[in-house]
C-alpha cells in the first residue's frame, strides 16, 4: 500500500486531483445561499479523485455513475454507525472472549 501511495505514482496525478477538487468548490459555489453537507461533498471528492487515479476517469458519463456513489456512502454510514454502537464485552470483560 506504501508503494502504491508513494511520490513517484501520486504526482502524475496531480492534475486529476486539481480538476476534482476544482469541480468540487464549483459545486460548493453553485449552492451558495444554501446549505451544503460538506462531509458528503468531501467524501464524493475522495472517491472521485481516487477513480480517477484508478480508472483515468470519473466516469460519470455511463448511467448509474453517481447511483453507485450513492449506494457506497450509504454503506459507509452504515459501517460506521455499527462501530460506535458499544459491545457487551465493553461492560462486561468476561465476555470480551466471545466478541460480543
Excluded at 476517469?57 to 447511483?67: C, F, I, N, S, V
Excluded at 458499544?86 to 470483560?93: A, E, G, I
Amino acid at each position: 500500500m506504501s508503494h502504491m501511495l508513494s511520490n513517484a505514482n501520486i504526482d502524475p496525478c496531480y492534475a486529476l486531483r486539481k480538476e476534482e477538487v476544482h469541480k468540487s468548490l464549483n459545486y460548493i459555489y453553485g449552492k451558495a445561499r444554501s446549505a451544503v453537507d460538506l462531509g458528503k461533498v468531501a467524501f464524493f471528492t475522495s472517491i472521485n479523485t481516487l477513480k480517477c487515479m484508478i480508472w483515468g476517469g470519473t466516469r460519470q458519463e455511463e448511467k448509474g455513475a453517481t447511483d453507485i456513489g450513492v449506494e457506497f456512502w450509504k454503506v459507509v454510514i452504515e459501517i460506521m454507525g455499527l462501530l460506535a454502537k458499544p459491545k457487551v464485552s465493553n461492560f462486561f470483560p468476561v465476555l470480551a472472549r466471545f466478541d460480543i
